[in-house]
């Protein structure tokens, strides 16, 4: 079982910053890709980004390219998103998964493992 805790989250003017924290704990092998998704009512839930075991690959959905960074530490056993120039259309629960199997990163169903979600509210 791996447990994944976000922090990090808030209210922030279009325009500005966040930076959002994923802690793992208990079977934290860094073999994990680990992703970030997003989600608001009513719609399903949407890739943001993902980044390798080793961190040597990263991946971005178009809609964040060039705003959001993934990055993670395998020593620590937290990823983190920075996310820059922030718009009110990212405003949404930010959910941090790790996956293990083999398949498509940006399909949330091939991630096992969930953390409880951190709000992000961008204001215009």
């Known amino acids: 079982q791996v447990r994944l805790v976000e922090s990090g989250g808030g209210l922030v003017q279009a325009g500005g910053s966040l930076r959002l924290s994923c802690a793992a704990s208990g079977r934290t092998e860094s073999k994990y890709t680990m992703g970030w998704f997003r989600q608001t009512p009513g719609k399903e839930r949407e890739f943001v980004a993902a980044?390798?075991?080793?961190?040597?690959?990263?991946y971005y959905a178009d809609s964040v390219k060039g705003r959001f960074t993934i990055s993670r530490d395998n020593a620590k056993n937290t990823v983190s998103l920075q996310m820059d120039s922030l718009k009110p259309e990212d405003a949404a629960a930010y959910y941090c998964?790790?996956?293990?199997?083999?398949?498509?990163?940006?399909?949330?169903?091939?991630?096992?493992?969930w953390g409880q979600g951190t709000q992000v509210t961008v204001s215009s």
């Open positions: 980044i390798s075991s080793i961190g040597g690959s990263t």
């Open positions: 998964a790790a996956k293990l199997i083999s398949g498509a990163y940006y399909f949330p169903h091939n991630y096992a493992y």
